[in-house]
């Protein structure tokens, strides 16, 4: 099985940086993706790490290292819009050939 | 929009009932997995199908089943429905090629049920 791990509210100001992290437990790791979900929304894929390193997407970059089991995702010029909830999941090869498991997700507050 | 399509938005049925919810994928997506999300547990995996045969399965009760069609849209039936039930049911759809396990899931908008 998996343990994913984080923390479970942030506040952030408009125009700042926020830094979301995620620490995760698995025995097959298949690949790291994040999601954003705002309030009684769909969840909408927002980035994919499976080698370590920093992925760049804009203002959003996620970073991974497979032999601490930890990400994070990095949000730049925050925007009001960018206030939703943030899943950390992980693919597991154990689990099945491409079930995501999620955590229970973060929620960031941008503040103006 | 993600291509995923989810019927209905919104359900409220009460205790003891059976419901059934539809989810068509995206245009060329073999897979498609259900997902149920309540507030204090999080989006949780409940079953997954590739071009119509069962491929994985998460923590599904007894008294849920589901099955995809040959057209390959997929329905999530609920019965026997406890207050407990009450969730935001998605819908995701990815492509499953072969040497693609990169693939994301796209999800559906969900379903609403409200059991009372």
């Known amino acids: 099985g998996q343990n994913i791990d984080q923390p479970t509210e942030m506040t952030a100001t408009e125009g700042a940086i926020v830094q979301i992290n995620c620490t995760y437990q698995?025995?097959?790791?298949?690949?790291l993706f994040w999601y954003q979900q705002h309030a009684g929304e769909a969840p909408t894929f927002l980035s994919y790490?499976?080698?370590?390193g920093l992925e760049e997407k804009g203002r959003f970059s996620s970073f991974l290292s497979r032999s601490k089991g930890y990400s994070y995702l990095l949000l730049k010029e925050l925007q009001m819009k960018d206030s939703a909830s943030y899943l950390c999941?992980?693919?597991?090869?154990?689990?099945?050939?491409?079930?995501?498991?999620f955590g229970k997700g973060t929620m960031l507050l941008v503040s103006p | 929009d993600s291509g995923v399509t989810q019927t209905p938005k919104h359900l409220i049925t009460a205790t003891g009932q059976r419901v059934t919810l539809r989810c068509s994928p995206r245009?060329?997506?073999?897979?498609v997995y259900w997902y149920q999300q309540s507030l204090d547990q999080g989006l949780q995996f409940l079953i997954q199908?590739?071009?119509?045969?069962?491929?994985a399965k998460g923590n599904i009760l007894e008294r849920f089943s589901a099955q995809q069609f040959p057209d390959l849209h997929s329905e999530l039936n609920l019965s026997s429905l406890e207050l407990g039930d009450s969730a935001l049911y998605f819908c995701?759809?990815?492509?499953?090629?072969?040497?693609?396990?990169?693939?994301?899931?796209?999800f559906g908008n969900g379903t609403r049920l409200t059991v009372t």
């Open positions: 199908y590739y071009n119509g045969e069962e491929r």
């Open positions: 698995t025995s097959g790791f298949n690949g």
């Open positions: 245009s060329g997506d073999l897979s």
């Open positions: 995701a759809s990815s492509p499953q090629r072969r040497g693609g396990p990169n693939s994301p899931l796209h």
């Open positions: 999941a992980v693919r597991d090869r154990g689990s099945g050939y491409s079930t995501l498991t």
């Open positions: 790490n499976v080698l370590d």
